[in-house]
């Protein structure tokens, strides 16, 4: 009888290359290492083969999906402007269903009976993976050793390692849980756990320390077609080329870095840091881009719509009806979006400081401050009176003790 095949989304760190012999160990099965490239750089894929293979997996398959991951995944999800709880622009939640695709895809080509990953049993990644999952291979076993072994702690997986010679770059003095691609790198664990604490200068990787960034600020304009980003101070670049090129400039001044206690979708609240260098300026720069184009309620409806959409990414529903239906709608939005941004860069902060487009619904004539022909200041008193003619009719009617404002505003005695 042939043995079970499994295919494991690998990346090379300390969990995984636990869970490899961990899974030949007590399931008796051939292992095959999946590793999505989403642009974490050849530093982190240098050696993985030999590396997966060091573990005992039977084949290692790199994916290349970094030009998929910034065109069909961040940039749909910059124009639809998503941040989850305000700061974090999800770098790791946009990747993980793409990385998990690629993995059903991989497990079809080997013919495989079961898909595994090594996300803890405490983590938004397992909903992320397993969701993907079940929308595209219900038929296929999912096992989560981290939900089932008896290790712990990262400690654990050390002495594990350690007790079979295979080789990790992790250590207990530096035990950081990362997470990279092109957009982004996240931090955890560790002494990041106390989150009184100031984060140690060695946590950073994509952005300089904003005291010792250049002195001198640099403008960086960023071109737009339909919402989605096409080009760098006036240089037309693919899309993975964009996020690279912005994060190396945005990177030197030290932007992108945020440090928050999120609310994780199992219930508990988690500290990471996150460096989003070139996102961060994309998503200053297409706040321009709206500022000039969308209307007002599009333009608050587009607010509303982002933090639904974001919740639906961070909690891993990317292949939902909601989702994609929101996707559709956010891109008939930016169908006008065109125009550019300017955004400068200075000590750690990106500040839009210019925005122009051919769709612009500013008009100077109208907004201006000077004496104009095309405004008859006169007709805001009609529109003022029928503006507020609910509280003028409520005030008549019942007197004005009623308003609540004037109510809740006395002290109480």
């Given at each position: 009888?042939a043995?079970k095949?499994?295919?494991?989304a690998?990346?090379?760190?300390?969990?995984?290359s636990?869970?490899i012999?961990?899974?030949k160990?007590?399931m008796?099965?051939?292992?095959?290492a999946?590793?999505?490239?989403v642009?974490?750089?050849?530093e982190?894929?240098?050696?993985?083969?030999?590396k997966?293979?060091?573990?005992?997996?039977?084949a290692?398959?790199?994916?290349?999906?970094?030009?998929?991951f910034?065109?069909?995944y961040?940039?749909?999800t910059?124009?639809?402007?998503?941040?989850?709880?305000?700061?974090y622009?999800l770098?790791?939640?946009?990747?993980?269903?793409?990385i998990?695709k690629?993995?059903?895809?991989?497990?079809?080509?080997?013919?495989?009976?079961a898909?595994a990953?090594?996300?803890t049993g405490?983590?938004?990644?397992?909903?992320?993976?397993e969701s993907?999952?079940a929308?595209?291979?219900?038929?296929l076993?999912?096992i989560?050793?981290?939900r089932?072994?008896?290790?712990r702690?990262?400690?654990?997986?050390?002495?594990?390692l350690?007790?079979r010679?295979?080789p990790?770059?992790s250590s207990?003095?530096?035990i950081?849980?990362?997470?990279?691609?092109?957009?982004?790198?996240s931090h955890e664990?560790?002494?990041?756990?106390d989150?009184?604490?100031?984060?140690?200068?060695?946590v950073?990787?994509m952005?300089a320390d904003p005291?010792a960034?250049?002195?001198?600020?640099r403008d960086v304009?960023?071109?737009?077609?339909?919402?989605?980003?096409?080009?760098?101070d006036?240089?037309?670049l693919?899309?993975?080329?964009i996020?690279?090129?912005l994060?190396?400039?945005?990177?030197?001044?030290?932007?992108g870095?945020?440090?928050i206690?999120?609310?994780?979708?199992v219930g508990?609240?988690?500290?990471?840091?996150?460096?989003?260098?070139g996102?961060?300026v994309l998503?200053?720069?297409i706040k321009?881009i709206e500022?000039?184009?969308l209307?007002?309620?599009?333009?608050?409806w587009?607010q509303?719509?982002?933090v639904t959409?974001?919740e639906?990414v961070?909690n891993?529903r990317w292949?939902?009806p909601l989702?994609e239906a929101?996707s559709?709608c956010?891109?008939?939005?930016?169908?006008?979006?065109t125009?550019?941004?300017?955004?400068?860069?200075?000590?750690?902060?990106?500040?839009?400081?210019?925005r122009s487009s051919?769709?612009s619904?500013?008009?100077?004539s109208?907004?201006?401050?000077a004496?104009?022909?095309?405004?008859?200041q006169q007709h805001?008193?009609?529109?003022?009176?029928?503006?507020s003619?609910?509280?003028r009719?409520?005030?008549l009617k019942?007197g004005?003790?009623?308003v609540?404002?004037?109510?809740?505003?006395r002290?109480?005695r």
């Amino acid at each position: 009888m042939a043995k079970k095949k499994v295919v494991l989304a690998y990346s090379g760190g300390l969990d995984t290359s636990a869970v490899i012999p961990w899974l030949k160990e007590h399931m008796d099965c051939e292992v095959i290492a999946f590793v999505g490239d989403v642009g974490q750089g050849e530093e982190e894929l240098a050696g993985i083969e030999e590396k997966a293979a060091a573990s005992g997996a039977s084949a290692c398959r790199v994916v290349d999906l970094t030009r998929e991951f910034v065109a069909d995944y961040v940039f749909p999800t910059l124009l639809a402007g998503i941040q989850y709880e305000h700061d974090y622009l999800l770098g790791t939640s946009i990747a993980r269903p793409l990385i998990a695709k690629a993995q059903v895809e991989v497990a079809r080509e080997f013919d495989a009976d079961a898909l595994a990953h090594g996300c803890t049993g405490k983590g938004n990644d397992q909903v992320r993976f397993e969701s993907t999952f079940a929308a595209l291979a219900p038929d296929l076993e999912v096992i989560a050793p981290w939900r089932t072994w008896s290790m712990r702690s990262r400690e654990d997986l050390l002495a594990y390692l350690a007790e079979r010679n295979i080789p990790t770059t992790s250590s207990a003095k530096k035990i950081y849980s990362r997470d990279r691609n092109l957009w982004h790198v996240s931090h955890e664990g560790g002494v990041l756990e106390d989150p009184a604490a100031p984060p140690p200068d060695d946590v950073w990787m994509m952005t300089a320390d904003p005291s010792a960034a250049p002195d001198q600020a640099r403008d960086v304009s960023v071109d737009f077609e339909a919402g989605l980003p096409v080009a760098v101070d006036g240089e037309r670049l693919a899309p993975e080329v964009i996020v690279a090129r912005l994060n190396t400039i945005a990177g030197e001044h030290g932007v992108g870095r945020i440090d928050i206690l999120e609310n994780r979708l199992v219930g508990m609240k988690s500290r990471g840091l996150y460096e989003t260098p070139g996102g961060t300026v994309l998503a200053e720069a297409i706040k321009g881009i709206e500022q000039c184009v969308l209307d007002r309620e599009t333009q608050h409806w587009k607010q509303q719509m982002a933090v639904t959409f974001a919740e639906l990414v961070y909690n891993g529903r990317w292949f939902t009806p909601l989702r994609e239906a929101l996707s559709v709608c956010a891109a008939k939005i930016g169908e006008r979006m065109t125009g550019t941004a300017v955004v400068r860069l200075y000590k750690g902060r990106a500040c839009l400081v210019g925005r122009s487009s051919p769709f612009s619904l500013y008009e100077e004539s109208y907004a201006t401050f000077a004496e104009d022909e095309v405004y008859n200041q006169q007709h805001a008193e009609g529109f003022i009176r029928l503006l507020s003619l609910p509280e003028r009719i409520a005030a008549l009617k019942f007197g004005t003790e009623h308003v609540g404002s004037r109510a809740s505003s006395r002290a109480p005695r």
